[in-house]
C-alpha cells in the first residue's frame, strides 16, 4: 500500500506516532500534542518522548535523550544502538499503524525511520526543517522521497522546497508564541530569588553532553574574564538536565579562580529573561535568547573530525550558523567557532554588546521584527496542516 492510500483520519479520534530528539524537540512536541488534543479531543500518541510529552499525553516507548548526539564524527560511538532503537521503533509503528507519523527534527535518525514507515502506506511528516538549505543540500531528494510534507519553523525553508518539488508548510516557530513579546525582567529577578540591580550574564551551554562538555570550561572562563572586568556582573546557568549540571559542576570545579555561577534546573527562559546578556550554544537557544531580545554571544564546538570535514569538504553553504543571524540575513550576533571559542574572546565580545546602547537599541528592533515573523501560533498551524494532510 503506496503512502497515497494510507487511511484517513477517523472521524472520532486520531493515532499520532512521533520521535523527538532531545530537549528543543520535546517542547515542540508537548505543544503540537496539546494542539492535536485541541482539535481532535480522542489523539492517541505514542512514540519517543521527552517528559514534557510524556506529561502531555504522550505514551513513551523511549526516551528523547537516547537520540542527543551531535556531530558528524560523534555519532558513530552511538551508531550501533542507534540503529537498534530505530529497527525496534520501525516494527512498531508499522504495527500499531498510526494515521500519522511525525519526526520532530533529529533528521538523521528521523529521515530513514520515516521512510520505512512511509513505504508500509503511512503518512509521514518531517516537523522542523533539517538545514539541508545550508550544508548537504542533495539531501532534499532524499526528503522528498521520505515525508509526506515538511513543516518549516523558518520562513525562507519553504522556497527552497519549493524549488525541488518537496511538498513544505512554514508554520511559525512555536517559542515564538509562548515567549512575550516584551520580557519582563523585574519579574524574571523576583521570581529566580535574583538581585534586582546587579547586571547578570546567562551561560547556556547546551543541552546535549557532548556540547556541554565542550563548551562548559571557555563558558566559564569567559564568566571570569568578564567579572575581572567587570566585578558587579554576576551570573547563571540554567542547566537542560541533571546529567548536564553534573557534567558542568565537574568542569566548573576545575578552573582556579571561577567566579560564583548560580546553577539553574531547567529555567532557562526564567534566566535569559532576568539577564542583561547571554552566552549561548549554537542551536534552539539563540532563538529563545533572540525572542526573549537579549543580546548574545554565540558558542559552536564539535569534535576536531567533525570540524574538519565541515571546513574541507565544502558541505556548509551558508556564511552563518546561528539562528539569529540566519534570520536576519547578515551579522546581527558575534559567533565563534571551534578553537576560536576561548574565554577572553567571548567574555569581551559579551561585553562590547552590553556596552553600546546604539547596537542595543539596533539589535532589540531587529530580534522584534523576527518575533513577529515566526509569531504565527506555531503549534496550532503544525496540527492544522498534519489534519489537512490526512
Not at 552511538?78 to 532503537?85: A, D, K, M, N, V
Not at 562548559?216 to 575581572?228: E, G, R, W
Not at 550576533?333 to 571551534?338: D, L
Not at 530580534?367 to 489537512?388: C, E, K, N, P, V
Request: aromatic share 6%; glycine share 10%.
Amino acid at each position: 500500500m503506496s503512502a497515497a492510500g494510507a487511511r484517513p483520519a477517523p472521524a472520532q479520534g486520531l493515532s499520532v506516532g512521533l520521535v523527538a530528539g532531545e530537549h528543543s524537540g520535546d517542547t515542540l512536541g508537548a505543544a503540537l500534542i496539546a494542539a492535536l488534543r485541541a482539535r481532535v479531543p480522542q489523539v492517541r500518541c505514542f512514540g519517543v518522548a521527552g517528559p514534557k510529552m510524556i506529561a502531555a499525553g504522550c505514551e513513551a516507548w523511549a526516551g528523547a535523550e537516547e537520540l542527543s548526539v551531535m556531530g558528524l564524527t560523534e555519532v558513530l560511538t552511538h551508531l550501533p544502538r542507534l540503529l537498534r532503537l530505530r529497527t525496534m521503533l520501525a516494527r512498531r509503528f508499522i504495527g500499531a499503524r498510526p494515521d500519522v507519523f511525525v519526526g520532530i527534527d533529529s533528521p538523521e535518525f528521523n529521515l530513514r525511520l520515516a521512510r520505512r514507515i512511509r513505504n508500509a502506506g503511512i503518512r509521514t511528516v518531517q516537523y522542523v526543517s533539517p538545514q539541508v538549505w545550508a550544508w548537504r543540500q542533495g539531501r532534499v531528494h532524499t526528503i522528498g522521497r521520505c515525508c509526506d510534507l515538511v513543516l518549516c519553523l523558518l520562513p525562507f525553508e519553504t522556497d527552497f522546497y519549493a524549488r525541488h518539488g518537496v511538498p513544505a508548510q512554514f508554520v511559525g516557530h512555536p517559542l515564538a508564541d509562548q515567549i512575550p513579546l516584551v520580557t519582563d525582567r523585574a519579574a524574571a529577578r523576583r521570581e529566580l530569588g535574583l538581585d534586582t540591580e546587579a547586571p547578570y550574564v546567562a551561560l547556556l551551554p547546551g543541552s546535549r553532553l557532548g556540547e556541554v562538555s565542550r563548551l562548559a570550561a571557555p563558558f566559564v572562563a569567559a564568566a571570569a574574564h568578564i567579572a575581572a572586568a567587570r566585578p558587579a556582573y554576576r551570573f547563571l546557568a540554567p542547566m537542560a538536565s541533571a546529567r548536564a549540571r553534573e557534567v558542568f559542576t565537574q568542569q566548573l570545579g576545575q578552573f582556579a579562580g571561577a567566579p560564583e555561577i548560580r546553577l539553574l534546573d531547567g529555567q532557562a527562559q526564567q534566566a535569559l529573561a532576568a539577564a542583561n546578556g547571554a552566552l549561548v550554544a549554537s542551536g534552539t537557544a539563540t532563538l529563545e535568547t533572540l525572542l526573549t531580545g537579549r543580546p548574545m554571544v554565540v558558542a559552536y564546538r564539535v569534535s576536531a573530525a567533525t570540524a574538519f570535514l565541515l571546513r574541507t569538504v565544502g558541505l556548509v553553504k551558508v556564511p552563518y550558523f546561528s539562528q539569529p543571524n540566519l534570520l536576519a540575513g547578515r551579522r546581527v550576533v558575534p559567533e565563534f567557532f571551534q578553537e576560536a571559542v576561548q574565554g577572553a574572546a567571548l567574555g569581551d565580545a559579551l561585553l562590547g554588546e552590553l556596552e553600546d546602547p546604539q547596537h542595543l537599541r539596533e539589535l532589540l528592533g531587529e530580534f522584534t521584527q523576527i518575533h513577529q515573523l515566526l509569531r504565527r501560533g506555531g503549534a496550532g498551524q503544525a496540527a492544522q496542516a498534519i489534519l489537512d494532510l490526512l
